[in-house]
């Protein structure tokens, strides 16, 4: 499957504290083998099923290995499986693993412990909620031998296995894997991926650890590809340094203290790309969707007339804008429900998005609605630029509308703490908080996390929408591409009716690193292949 297909839809349908300045390296070793890397925010949870924070999916991918991985046309291809035959018209899926695959305890990875993982992440991804919901029977045969037995053909079965979109499907020893999906892994984080977690070395808030598993066998045919293909380690060790304060991050790239810096905030990559020492990219062609998350269980967001006034208030240039500057070869608007150019976007319903805010109609629109005071707490990630500058701007549309706003400025590893919670705002829950999804991870509505509406599991903030779970099945039985978009576009309908979140616009992040590293992976950070030239 090419990108050009992807792009048209094929996907759907195909078979399968901070250190201080100025330096960052204060501490560690200078050796050529060791890889320094700032990352976009602190590692605050270790499960990569358990959030869908991308730092701990990064995190995923240097710990545990995949069944699947996804290469640069974004085609699913065998990971860890040597080879699979589909039979009875693709009801009937048999994997086989690799040989001297084995964790980091010297234990052999066995089709057992895939089994269990694999039920462990489907329990909580959206897609993979779908996938057992027509599996009748997951078994492993023998060590190397993964069946799916299907109460009828799921022609998304290797992409749900290999997507990258969080939670991704690792592969765990079952005495993880069996673990409970709703509760944070307990335990040492064993995994069979190309490093080692270095649990001891970790200083939350400023360094995380890895060192390279000499036991990882890599594929050995192919070339790396986003995630998939060989996974040949160059480094002995990989030390994520935290570093909240852009400035310090820049000037520790541009001395050759650190190797690569994840997320250069808008206002430094002008003078990081005319630094002949850096090199500067964007990694990911899908961009990054801004968005402003309700809490649906709680007032004043349980309204869903109260959350559709919200939609006038939005200027999503203004947001752009913050995030990565004025650039418009960086940040698109017009956003609604689905990345802008793919094949299940339309502009059904971007009417709802005013051209120009009228502050006072919302103001209007929200008392009308039943708005009477009650608190707004927003959650904003003080350490990570993109998200706090969305939450900048996000604090001040919320007051402008007359909203009763109490701003609670953090960590990003708290709001992903904090926003698992139930609770009410004034127990320690929340009403809003802020982030992005890659593109990829919206593309269509199979993947689509934040436009489920399914109530107790659905993604943090938990709606419970009926006819958007009604339209997702339709989508998934949709004869052709024509088909599925049509129902994409009842689905955005729905969307801007019930209001999930906000839509806030779509940017194009740059990575940047050392020129004298070759081999980095397009897509996310990825530390294989890269090696220092």
């Known amino acids: 499957m ?3 297909y992807f792009l048209a839809g094929a996907a759907a349908s195909t078979a399968a504290g901070a250190l201080a300045a100025p330096a960052l390296g204060q501490g560690t070793t200078n050796s050529a083998r060791v890889l320094r890397f700032i990352p976009q925010a602190d590692l605050a949870v270790l499960d990569p099923i358990v959030t869908t924070a991308y730092v701990t999916r990064h995190h995923g991918y240097m710990v545990w290995d995949t069944l699947y991985g996804f290469d640069g046309d974004y085609a699913p291809q065998p990971q860890m499986v040597e080879s699979h035959a589909v039979e009875d018209e693709g009801r009937r899926v048999t994997m086989r693993l690799r ?12 089709a057992r412990d895939c089994v269990a993982s694999i039920r462990r992440w489907a329990a909580r991804d959206a ?6 919901s027509v599996t009748e029977e997951l078994s492993a045969p023998d060590d190397r031998t993964i069946r799916f037995v299907l109460r009828r053909p799921f022609p998304m079965l290797f992409e749900a296995l290999g997507k990258p979109s969080t939670p991704v499907c690792f592969m765990m020893p079952e005495r993880l894997a069996t673990q409970d999906p709703n509760q ?3 335990g040492d984080l064993v995994g069979s991926g190309p490093f080692r977690f270095a649990a001891g070395e970790r200083v939350p808030g400023a360094r995380i650890v890895y060192t390279r598993f000499e036991g990882y066998v890599p594929r050995p045919e192919g070339n790396p590809s986003w995630t998939a293909g060989p996974k040949r380690v160059h480094f002995d060790r990989v030390e994520w340094h935290v570093t909240p304060d852009p400035a310090t991050a820049a000037a520790a790239l541009r001395a050759g203290e650190t190797d690569w810096w994840e997320q250069p905030t808008g206002d430094l ?5 005319r630094d002949r020492n850096v090199v ?4 990911d062609p899908t961009g990054l969707m801004a968005l402003c998350r309700f809490n649906h269980l709680h007032p004043p967001f349980n309204n869903a007339a109260i959350r559709r006034a919200l939609l006038g208030a939005v ?13 418009r070869s960086l940040w698109r608007t017009d956003v609604g429900f689905f990345p802008p150019g793919t094949p299940m976007a339309s502009d059904t319903g971007l009417n709802a998005i005013p051209d120009r805010v009228d502050i006072e109609k919302v103001r209007r629109d929200l008392a009308a609605a039943g708005y009477n005071g009650e608190r707004v707490t927003i959650l904003a990630a003080s350490d990570f630029p993109s998200l706090n500058a969305l939450a900048q701007v996000g604090q001040d549309m919320f007051r402008r509308a007359g909203m009763n706003v109490e701003y609670v400025s953090t960590d990003w590893g708290t709001v992903v703490q904090r926003r698992a919670s139930r609770e009410a705002p004034e127990r320690g829950g929340w009403s809003v908080f802020f982030t992005f999804f890659a593109g990829i991870d919206m593309f269509n509505p199979g993947v689509h996390q934040s436009l489920r509406g399914h109530g107790a599991n659905a993604w943090f903030g938990w709606p419970t929408i009926p006819r958007l779970e009604e339209l997702r099945t339709a989508w998934f039985e949709a004869p052709d591409l024509r088909a599925q978009q049509a129902v994409a576009r009842q689905m955005q309908e729905v969307a801007f009716q019930e209001v999930p979140y906000l839509p806030l616009g779509q940017y194009f992040q740059a990575t940047a690193y050392r020129r ?5 992976l397009k897509g996310l950070p990825l530390f294989w292949n890269v090696q220092r030239g």
């Open 315 to 327: 200027n999503q240039a203004d947001y752009m804008t913050a995030v990565i500057g004025t650039d």
């Open 184 to 186: 944070p892994l307990r």
């Open 280 to 283: 500067m990219e964007i990694p």
């Open 99 to 110: 040989e001297g695959l084995r964790f980091h305890d010297n234990e052999p990875v066995r």
């Open 2 to 4: 090419k990108r050009r």
């Open 127 to 132: 897609l993979g909620q779908v996938l057992m």
């Open 516 to 520: 004298g590293l070759t081999g980095v």
């Open 269 to 273: 990559q002008v003078a990081l790309r």
